[in-house]
């Protein structure tokens, strides 16, 4: 209903439009005035997160990895200088923030070279990495390279005094992969990931994970930097299945998970476990441990879960991400910072961007009730962004072609397209002009255009869920140019240009044109659902309305936020729990905020008698408190 409104005032502006303006615009004549430029607003990106040093150059970093100590968040990246499509990381950076959202470059914290670390190959392979703080105030980092001698990737540890390094390496390996069963192939050993924290009985506890193709885990000294002893013979590193084994062999739901894609679920281990557990609102750990990792090839993101780290035998979750389309790996961090939970990961999504040039980016999270966690969206606004709309004078949303990101390598970049044959553009995606378009499909993010930044009337337009995909031009044998929606892999002039428009004032008098920066005098029209440039355009069909979601009233987001109670029927005598409660509050922006601590009247409700009770639910937001009623019912234990 909300569509047909807004196109039926559409059609009212352009009704209007079509008595004061002529219904041809010869974009290219000479006696035709050049519109006047017409600036629209960016949006204050949110992803990438990071991907700039201190002077504002890209600066590529993928397999992130957080610490969160006190007030701060840093972030850890390798180094990504890879000209070409293989690895190339010579060392390893570091980023922090006080509020997830304002980034500050702190600079290298260890190199991967022989003066550094003596026992590594090759300055080349900084592969992931992962910084803990010790109970004695030192800050260890967990890390993987090539060792030297022969082929294959151990994992080393690096000390320091600081967050932010820098940080001196022990002098050796601490796990060798010659202490590790051999795989199928020199990498086994990789991605390091680890966890602390304090038992029942207060003994403290740190586990080290690891591993692709299949994963180990060991539990560490209080020295932080060598391997406990697990059964009794300290000459002798134990590796194997099941607990009592100083390192112990990954099992997925009890079964060995080694080079058999189909041992779970369909679904393989690739590499990246990340460990995580819930904290409630005290800081203390509950409910069971989390493991994060990534599967298959090209590679999604998945989860698992144990009660036990140290029997390494974890149920599947499931899929939580699916690949990326502008990088062939991912790697993720899970962590909790001032009441909310995030999931940093990476992607290709900067120019010039792939699978061996990537960038972190983040996105906020929630672990359901019953502890499941659903599907975790990609986006380009990020924690910060806007998101926008674009229709056409009739009302059709420009749209992109609804597509997932498959695994299958041949699909990737998103780059090409067929001059002269309109509609065959290889890799690329179609957009169109659409009414009905699903709401993934028509949200973007428009932001500073990429062939210069400095201009505010250039403009690039971004996938919200489909990130480092751009609307882009082609031109056409015929003066017209197919707009496609396609990856900057390539990060030349050329690229940026065709992704680039300025924005004029609307041909018909209202809204606003966009005009090719590659072809000027091509505007973007849309004709029976097609969106092209072209060189003729008639005044209402190279006429659009942005809609920046972020204008409407927080506070009716708010009074309009949704409480969601899973459990909500009980036996009599059952105790009412209020801990499944949560309130989402859908931003303007298109984002939407997780509102966790809520008071309510639980207390007082009678759970002794049957019948439906009505239970108060209130909640804070932007310093403002808000009431909703949640209905629950209570039945006899036979009725259950």
């Not at 010659?178 to 029942?200: A, K, L, N």
């Not at 072809?519 to 006429?543: I, Q």
């Not at 409407?552 to 729990?577: H, I, M, N, P, S």
């Amino acid at each position: 209903m909300k569509n047909r409104v807004i196109a039926g005032t559409l059609v009212m502006l352009m009704g209007m439009a079509l008595c004061a303006e002529p219904a041809l615009i010869r974009a290219q004549a000479a006696e035709a005035a050049e519109p006047a430029v017409k600036v629209l607003n960016k949006s204050n990106t949110g992803n990438p997160m990071l991907g700039f040093d201190a002077e504002g150059n890209i600066l590529y970093g993928g397999d992130p990895s957080i610490l969160v100590d006190g007030d701060t968040v840093y972030c850890y990246v390798g180094h990504d200088t890879s000209t070409g499509e293989y690895y190339t990381m010579p060392d390893w950076r570091c980023y922090s923030s006080k509020d997830m959202e304002n980034w500050t470059y702190e600079g290298e914290i260890l190199k991967a070279d022989r003066s550094n670390i003596t026992w590594a190959q090759d300055d080349v392979s900084a592969w992931a990495g992962q910084v803990a703080k010790g109970s004695n105030g030192k800050y260890y980092f967990y890390y993987c390279c090539e060792e030297a001698g022969r082929p294959g990737k151990s994992i080393g540890v690096a000390v320091s005094d600081t967050a932010t390094g820098p940080f001196k390496d022990i002098g050796k390996p601490l796990v060798s992969d010659t202490q590790t069963p051999s795989g199928p192939h020199t990498w086994e050993d990789i991605d390091p990931t680890i966890w602390i924290e304090t038992d029942e009985q207060g003994v403290e506890h740190r586990y080290l994970g690891w591993g692709n193709n299949r994963f180990f885990v060991c539990e560490l000294n209080e020295d932080m930097i060598s391997i406990k002893d697990q059964d009794g013979n300290a000459d002798n590193l134990s590796v194997g299945y099941g607990k009592g084994n100083d390192i112990v062999i990954g099992k997925m739901n009890g079964i060995e998970v080694y080079n058999d894609k189909d041992k779970f679920e369909g679904h393989s281990f690739t590499e990246a476990p990340y460990y995580y557990r819930q904290q409630d609102e005290n800081g203390n750990y509950y409910g069971p441990y989390y493991m994060f990792f990534a599967c298959d090839w090209r590679e999604q993101m998945a989860y698992a879960t144990t009660d036990d780290i140290m029997s390494n035998d974890w149920k599947f979750g499931g899929v939580i991400m699916e690949p990326s389309a502008t990088g062939n790996t991912n790697h993720m961090a899970v962590f909790d910072f001032k009441g909310e939970t995030y999931f940093v990961y990476h992607d290709g999504s900067m120019p010039h961007g792939s699978g061996f040039r990537r960038v972190a980016c983040v996105e906020k999270i929630d672990i359901n009730a019953d502890g499941s966690i659903d599907p975790i969206k990609k986006t380009a606004i990020g924690l910060t962004g806007t998101v926008s709309k674009i229709a056409d004078w009739n009302g059709n949303y420009i749209a992109s072609e609804t597509f997932e990101n498959t695994c299958d390598d041949t699909q990737y970049p998103m780059t090409d397209w067929n001059p002269g044959s309109f509609g065959s553009i290889g890799g690329a995606k179609e957009v169109f002009a659409d009414f009905f378009a699903g709401s993934e499909e028509r949200e973007w993010e428009i932001v500073l255009g990429k062939a210069d930044k400095t201009k505010e009337e250039y403009v690039s337009i971004e996938s919200n869920y489909k990130p480092g995909l751009y609307l882009k031009v082609a031109l056409d044998s015929n003066g017209v140019a197919p707009v496609v929606l396609a990856q900057d892999a390539g990060g030349t002039e050329d690229e940026a240009n065709r992704m680039t428009f300025k924005t004029v004032e609307g041909l018909a008098g209202y809204g606003v044109t966009f005009e090719s920066v590659v072809y000027p005098g091509y505007y973007l029209v849309s004709r029976e659902g097609k969106l092209y440039f072209a060189k003729e355009a008639e005044a209402e069909e190279a006429t659009f309305f942005v809609s920046t979601e972020a204008t409407q009233d927080k506070v009716q987001a708010a009074q309009d936020a949704q409480v969601l109670k899973t459990t909500r029927f009980y036996t009599v005598g059952e105790k009412l729990d209020v801990k499944d409660i949560r309130v989402f509050v859908t931003l303007p922006n298109g984002k939407t905020e997780t509102i966790k601590e809520v008071i309510t009247n639980a207390a007082e409700i009678d759970m002794k008698t049957t019948g439906e009770k009505t239970l108060r639910v209130t909640y804070s937001y932007d310093g403002v408190e808000y009431t909703k009623d949640v209905k629950i019912t209570v039945v006899e234990k036979e009725y259950r």
